[in-house]
């Protein structure tokens, strides 16, 4: 993975662009419906066009962006913050799931992060440190609420300057990552911090994008999860908290009302939320 030197769009596009790349990326998708797909995203430009009589100086500048977002590496960011969530919206409808909502992954997941015990507290800096601290506590369960062992919680997320640890700069590797190894019947306990209001990188073609449309390039504070236990269909989703700003009005369309957190101080001085994972049985 490339080693990011500044925290501009560029840098963190393109890191997550390598890190895509090195992931899996096929589908077993037939000719006819390939065609089908096409045919409609055809269709769909086609009609955009005729509506607006899009111009020769338009379509050049839209060439342009395009060429630009793939230079600065933001196309995992530009159709994770605009796409994403109709594609985890449509999979949880068709295969008429009833577990734990989902909701979209974003462009900054990273695989196999280091394992933690079921009671933990996530790696951190001296500086996160600084922050309220948030105690996560849950049981991952099936559809009949029995608890599920072997169960485990990936837990990503940003600190409270909005980094995340491999795609920003000067930050240990594993930084607010982690695999958490739920006990016998599916429990966790997780220290970690309360996360902060998150701005998308703006600075490239895909700040510009909002720009140009006037919208604003908040994300509500929330936590990335993966939630896995043999024989369950794994859940990627996030969580949001109460009250929290931008909730509403999420420039990545992914929060849902199930899926807000409300902790409560305590008074250790920390915040403390309890939330449990229902998974659905594997397809
Ligand atoms: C994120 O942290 C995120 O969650 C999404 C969806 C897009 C960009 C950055
Ligand atoms: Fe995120």
Known sequence: MT??????????????TDKFKSERVSADTSPERA?????????AFADVIHK????YDEYRVLKQWVIDVGEYGEWPLWLDVFVEHEIEDVNYSRNALTGTKGSIEGPYYVANSPKLPSTCTMP???????????????QVVDLDGNGLAGATVELWHADEDGFY?????????????????????????ITTLQPAPYQIPHDGPTGW?????????????????MVKAPGKRTITTQLYFAGGQWVENDVATATKPELILDPKAGDDGKNHVTYNFTLDPEA
């Open 209 to 225: 994008f909002i720009e140009s449309y006037g919208g604003h390039p908040w994300r509500p504070a929330h936590l990335h999860l």
């Open 35 to 43: 065609a089908a797909i096409y045919q409609d995203v055809l269709k």
């Open 52 to 55: 607006h009589e899009v111009t």
């Open 3 to 16: 080693s990011t030197e500044t925290a501009t769009a560029h840098a963190s596009g393109n890191a997550a």
């Open 124 to 138: 951190m800096t001296d500086k996160d440190r600084q922050a309220t601290p948030l105690v996560f506590s849950g």
């Open 165 to 189: 640890s491999q795609f920003a700069p000067n930050l240990p590797e594993w930084n607010l990552r982690g695999t958490i190894v739920c006990d016998d019947e599916g429990r966790y306990e």
